[in-house]
Antibody, heavy 116, light 107 residues
């Protein structure tokens, strides 16, 4: 059974950074890119970027470029998403997901709350 | 970036109704579109990939069609468990972009 298990909820102050993990099981980690998606309260889904676990290459949209860093540790089958310079608008649920045809699986989501 | 425009943003329907949700891409994306269902407090779940390919385990009342710029998700006969929010996602190019979502509500 494929599982993506994310780390727990975080509360951060404005200006701080957060790092969320996503541990996979049930498939070969290097077979699929790992994507991260943001969902603000009551809002839609926004793609934050991806990492190719096979070679560590990343892609980020302009909106998050410079603030987000996505990495992959093949020794543990874990992907990470770090977001810096947190502001109130970053309060959201963050998902990791494979988004691959035939291998489309999502983590359970991690709530990040940014509050002073 | 490719913009994905979904319509309607919400629809009120009854059990047994047929519902169609459309997604329009700002440029041609071939068949590279997926549809997701999201229930409150849960991660999205893929229903359809490659515009019309039903994912394993997804009921046949869900179907997808379209290519190029215009796509449709159809639920042939709504069941209570289908009341949720639906999103399209283009997987043709980067950055990946989602539609803004369609909430299917109980009339």
């Amino acid at each position: 059974e494929v599982q993506l298990v994310q780390s727990g909820a975080e509360v951060k102050k404005p200006g701080a950074a957060v790092k969320i993990s996503c541990k996979v099981s049930g498939y070969t980690f290097t077979l699929s890119h790992m994507h991260w998606i943001q969902q603000a309260p009551g809002k839609g889904l926004e793609w934050m970027g991806l990492v190719d676990p096979e070679n560590g290459k990343t892609m980020y949209p302009e909106k998050f470029q410079g603030r987000v860093t996505i990495t992959a540790d093949t020794s543990t089958g874990t992907a990470y998403m770090a977001l810096s310079g947190l502001r109130s608008e970053d309060t959201a649920v963050y998902y990791c997901a494979t988004l691959a045809r035939g291998l489309d699986y999502w983590g359970q989501g991690t709530q990040v709350t940014v509050s002073s | 970036d490719i913009q994905m425009t979904q319509s309607p943003s919400s629809v009120s329907a009854s059990v047994g109704d047929r519902v169609a949700i459309t997604c329009r891409a700002s440029q041609g994306i071939g068949i590279w579109l997926a549809w997701y269902q999201q229930k409150p407090g849960k991660a999205p779940k893929v229903l359809i990939s490659a515009a019309s390919s039903l994912e394993r385990g997804v009921p046949s009342r869900f179907s997808g069609s379209g290519s190029g710029t215009d796509f449709t998700l159809t639920i042939s006969s709504l069941l209570p468990e289908d009341f949720a929010t639906y999103y399209c996602l283009q997987v043709y190019s980067f950055p990946r972009t989602f539609g803004q979502g369609t909430k299917v509500e109980i009339k």
